[in-house]
């Protein structure tokens, strides 16, 4: 069956847009968002309610990456999962109870609409990268408009107000902006953070990571991970594509160093990335939740027409 009938027998279930027709399938579940989705880590930190929050709520000072591979099942498993599923709403109720108080005394929560948008939009940004700049055919006009708008619709599944969500794709970009020049503002877990890529040792994992290849693999890649000189050697490629993807004006307000030399490291490596994914075999190219989607909603493993 061809891609495309596989797409068409599934108009039913693409309710909202998100499915294997979708761009947001193409890039959200892709094994590059581990370079990508670094920068969206640090973004988040960076907001000073999602610094708080994770200063009063995660064991994210002791296991760092702990935090995000427990993430990430969940925040693929929006786009991919099937919606019956609502995954969104799991993962937003997961929230609840993540609210506390600055020390000046006002309060937060991390469901308030404007700051859960923040995360949602750097996740946005974390799938556009992945054609950006980890692929060899960056994003169209059209395609970053519609790719925008899918990620409404991925939104939208979590059930939380769209009131703080930009109508288009310029409007997203005015407030990723006014985000990245105002609203972030250093705290103790973003200096914290980046001091710590800045080490340029990839961190020791307490519990096994969520992997971006098959989960066969997953305990070799495991024990890999354990081995201090393969964190040293992850480190340094690593820290180069989640500080070259910051946006100019947060390295410089952060005050983290960057040379022209490192942003052609940045892009020479992001170009290797790209055309090492030429020949890379298909289950290699999803995180495990992705394909899983691919294999429910279309009974194939993706088409490698699906990644870019
Ligand atoms: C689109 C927005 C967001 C998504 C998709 C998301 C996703 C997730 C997921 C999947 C988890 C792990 C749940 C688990 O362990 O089962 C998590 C944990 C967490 N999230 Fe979010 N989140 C979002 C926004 C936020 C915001 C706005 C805040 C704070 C203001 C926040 C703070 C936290 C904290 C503190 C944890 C717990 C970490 C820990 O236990 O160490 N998240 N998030």
Known sequence: MSFRAQTSDLAAERFDGIGPGSLLWQLAGDSRIAYAGGMAGILQTMHPVIGQALVDHSDFF??????????????????????????????????????????????????????????????????EHVADVYSLRPLGDDERERLYQEGVAWYRRYG????????????????????????????????????????????????PAY???????????????????????????????????????????????WTQSEERQYWRQARRVAVEWRVRPTAWRWYPRAYAGWIRATGAPPPRSASR
């Open 160 to 207: 939380v107000s769209e009131a703080p969500v930009p109508k288009d794709r310029a409007a997203f970009q005015v407030e990723w902006d006014r985000h990245c020049a105002e609203v972030l503002q250093p705290n103790p877990a973003s200096d914290w953070l980046l001091k710590l890529v800045d080490g340029r040792v990839f961190p020791k994992v307490g519990r």
């Open 62 to 127: 002791d296991d760092p990456m702990d935090r995000v591979f427990r993430s990430l099942p969940g925040i693929v498993g929006v786009v991919y999962d099937d919606p019956k599923a609502q995954t969104g709403h799991t993962v937003r109720d997961f929230h609840k109870e993540i609210k506390g108080s600055f020390a000046d005394g006002r309060r937060y929560h991390a469901l308030d609409p404007a700051t859960y948008w923040w995360a949602h939009a750097t996740f946005h940004m974390m799938a």
């Open 211 to 257: 992997l971006p290849f098959p989960e066969r693999y997953h305990r070799v890649g495991n024990a890999m991970l354990r081995q201090g000189l393969v964190r040293k050697l992850i480190g340094p490629p690593l820290r180069l594509s989640y500080v070259g993807a910051l946006p100019a004006i947060v390295r410089e307000r952060f005050g983290i160093e």
